[in-house]
């Protein structure tokens, strides 16, 4: 099988097991209620205040987003040449009240910005049988990474050690921006550490955003 059958393969399957159960994925039921497409978190905008989208990035991203605002920036990590940043804010609130997570991860190369399926990226994990030990891979798991699906859910396999490094780093970044948005450690710590977080992020297939939330929830506060 090609790889584009591949994906066109793991895309149906994906959308089609989100839309089989409402729990995978949160709606958003208010307009003025958003969802941190990697935390998979609820919140008022009015309230936490989340980061716009980088202004050096305006430019190459202006076709992207069609003049639109507001654009509001979850996570973020520098790979090389690229930025890859974790957004849903140019989506109308219509759209996102009847859609399940339709967050993007953004990809910025020079000139060249791209925006790249978000839950096959955040439900990459690591191969079954490990990873080769000379295996080197400075990358960010992207449509060239191969892929595994089971009944109701695809995700990419991630390729080296370094590349989960990265994967990982871009989650403590969400978790960061995320404490800073709602105003400190304590009133984000209130939020994200609830049973039902934990089991949005698990059946949405987002294993590593979980381990990083649940070591970041047992942490003392104030030492993450």
Same mark, same amino acid.
């Given at each position: 099988m090609t790889r584009e059958a591949i994906q066109v393969l793991c895309s149906c399957v994906l959308f089609l097991g989100s839309v089989g159960s409402s729990a995978q994925v949160r709606?958003?039921?208010?307009?003025?209620?958003?969802?941190?497409?990697?935390l998979l978190m609820e919140y008022d905008p009015s309230k936490v205040r989340y980061g716009q989208f980088p202004a050096s990035f305006e430019h190459a991203c202006a076709k992207l987003f069609n003049q639109e605002t507001? #654009?509001?920036?979850?996570a973020e990590v520098q790979v090389g040449d690229s930025v890859y940043l974790a957004e849903m804010g140019h989506y109308s609130d219509a759209e996102r009240e009847n859609s399940f997570n339709i967050g993007d991860?953004?990809?910025? !190369?020079?000139n060249k910005c791209q925006p790249l399926g978000i839950d096959l990226t955040l439900? =990459?994990?690591?191969?079954?049988?490990?990873?080769?030990? =000379?295996? =080197?891979? #400075?990358?960010?798991?992207?449509p060239d990474s191969p892929h595994e699906c089971v009944p109701g859910q695809c995700h990419y396999v991630l390729r080296?050690?370094?590349?989960?490094?990265?994967?990982?780093?871009?989650?403590?970044?969400a978790i960061q921006r995320a404490i800073t948005a709602y105003g400190g450690d304590a009133s984000?710590? =209130?939020?994200?550490?609830?049973?039902?977080?934990?089991?949005?992020?698990?059946?949405?297939g987002?294993?590593?955003v979980l !381990?990083?939330?649940?070591?970041y929830c047992s942490a003392p506060l104030g030492q993450r």
């Amino acid at each position: 099988m090609t790889r584009e059958a591949i994906q066109v393969l793991c895309s149906c399957v994906l959308f089609l097991g989100s839309v089989g159960s409402s729990a995978q994925v949160r709606k958003s039921t208010k307009n003025e209620t958003r969802i941190n497409p990697v935390l998979l978190m609820e919140y008022d905008p009015s309230k936490v205040r989340y980061g716009q989208f980088p202004a050096s990035f305006e430019h190459a991203c202006a076709k992207l987003f069609n003049q639109e605002t507001n #654009q509001m920036i979850y996570a973020e990590v520098q790979v090389g040449d690229s930025v890859y940043l974790a957004e849903m804010g140019h989506y109308s609130d219509a759209e996102r009240e009847n859609s399940f997570n339709i967050g993007d991860i953004i990809w910025v !190369q020079g000139n060249k910005c791209q925006p790249l399926g978000i839950d096959l990226t955040l439900s =990459a994990l690591p191969p079954k049988s490990g990873y080769r030990a =000379a295996t =080197a891979n #400075q990358t960010f798991p992207g449509p060239d990474s191969p892929h595994e699906c089971v009944p109701g859910q695809c995700h990419y396999v991630l390729r080296s050690a370094d590349e989960e490094h990265i994967l990982r780093g871009f989650v403590k970044d969400a978790i960061q921006r995320a404490i800073t948005a709602y105003g400190g450690d304590a009133s984000f710590r =209130a939020q994200a550490c609830k049973p039902e977080e934990e089991e949005e992020l698990s059946e949405a297939g987002y294993i590593i955003v979980l !381990q990083e939330l649940r070591a970041y929830c047992s942490a003392p506060l104030g030492q993450r």
